[in-house]
């Protein structure tokens, strides 16, 4: 199964100059948690999730009409293009602990995004036999596992 027969797109993309109450209405009316960055090219320059911004707001001491996301995103760009394995992609997933992918293509223009979500929603209608319920699972648990930041957090609550 290759991502493009799971992905969502076209997605809904911002520019690095979105302030972050722009941001916030745009994930709220779409009912989803994450934006690409894009340039006037359609290149993906990062992404924010609802989480970044949150801890953004809550640590920087400034109003959402001030920040940007390009303030506030790491330009870190992990990604997967349609054709790719599903199995690529969550691998992809696991390895970086993240549930979204921007999906790019050849030209380097994002076409899509692919979600853990998705993929759950996929693994459950059963009729597809090259995506176990157990490989997401297995897949999850990756991602979910505690990672340095979280350790360093259990250990300053100690």
Known sequence: MKVKDVMVGPPICCSANTNLGVAAEILWRQNCGILPITNFQDRVMGVVTDRDMFIALATRNRLAGELTLGEITSGRVYSCKPDDEIHTAMATMSEH??????????????????????????????????????????????IYKPHDGAMVHKKLAA
Do not use: F, H, T
């Open 97 to 142: 602990g993240v549930r979204r992918l921007p999906v790019i293509d050849n030209a380097g223009k994002i076409v899509g995004l692919l979600s853990m979500d998705d993929i759950i929603r996929e693994a459950q209608m059963g009729d597809r036999p090259e995506l176990s319920c157990r490989e997401v699972v297995s897949s999850l648990r990756e």
